[in-house]
């Protein structure tokens, strides 16, 4: 473990500007507004179905999660201090995901897409590619396995000085985090998904990773982050922390939304789009 901040984004600083703080306000804007009008749509679609407004306030509180993790304060002071990358990583790795993943958005488009398009969305589901992408272990390989990765080899260090590199960092925690929670609890459709006792083994393997890591860290074994002491352990407890709470969320709904599809009237599932019946 480094004791200097060396390149710890100044690189970073350097090249951004506006633009840092433009583009995730038009872009979420952009994913919130889009939702909103696909609610609606569903609404007008089928009334007798609807669409949930609690699935469009968890997507709405996913952007607004993003949005604190991307935005002032938290955003510059990423670049600047290592705890203030791991409550990023928090936000856009673990909170968000569950969020928006509890939105059911696939779900969404089903309902609303045109009946052709609507078929090919749910081939693609039961695509075999589709298939192993959305397998808890797959998604617990890409969430929580890249982070030893990430913070055990120079990885971390050769991305931060690079913006490029860090929102591609940025877009890997969102994208697997949601895979994760999709697997584990989402309501959209998993053809893959296997048995509730299965899932909660892997969460509970996912748990333990993280404390694993964490605790690693915070003790200096193996770690490669150029950054000082107290900073990597302020971090590696939020880690700890942070992920436990996360983790107990995921828990939450995991038990929510099995317990919906048992209590789901059978006359639902008929109405519901081919593919989607997994939603509430």
């Known amino acids: 473990m480094g004791h200097d901040m060396h390149g710890h984004g100044h690189g970073h600083a350097a090249g951004s500007g506006l633009l840092d703080t433009l583009l995730p306000i038009l872009a979420l804007a952009a994913a919130a507004g ?89 081939a693609v589901l039961h695509s075999p590619p589709a298939r192993v992408v959305a397998h808890p272990a797959v998604a617990l390989a890409l969430s929580t396995g890249s982070l030893a990765v990430l913070y055990f080899t120079p990885l971390y260090n050769a991305i931060t000085p690079h913006p490029a590199a860090h929102w591609l960092l940025h877009a890997h925690f969102l994208l697997s985090g949601c895979l994760f929670a999709h697997a584990i609890a989402g309501p959209d459709p998993a053809p893959s998904r296997p048995g509730v006792k299965a899932r909660l083994v892997y969460l509970g393997v996912a748990i333990a990773a993280h404390a694993v890591i964490s605790q690693l860290m915070y003790g200096g074994f193996w770690v490669d982050i150029h950054a000082p002491v107290d900073q990597v352990q302020g971090g590696a407890e939020m880690m700890y922390y942070g992920g436990d709470i996360a983790e107990l969320l995921l828990a939450a709904a995991l038990v929510t939304t099995w317990r919906s599809d048992h209590r789901r009237p059978a006359a639902v599932d008929a109405v519901a789009p081919r593919g989607a019946s997994a939603s509430a």
């Open 34 to 122: 889009a939702y909103v009008l696909l609610a609606r749509r569903a609404r007008r679609r089928n009334p007798v179905l609807g669409w949930s407004r609690r699935r469009t306030g968890w997507f709405l509180a996913g952007t607004v999660l993003l949005g604190i993790a991307l935005l002032p304060p938290v955003g510059p002071f990423a670049h600047e201090d290592f705890r203030g990358h791991m409550a990023q990583h928090m936000l856009i790795g673990m909170y968000a995901p569950l969020a928006l993943v509890l939105a059911a958005p696939v779900t969404l488009l089903l309902r609303t897409l045109p009946a052709a398009r609507g078929r090919q969305l749910t």
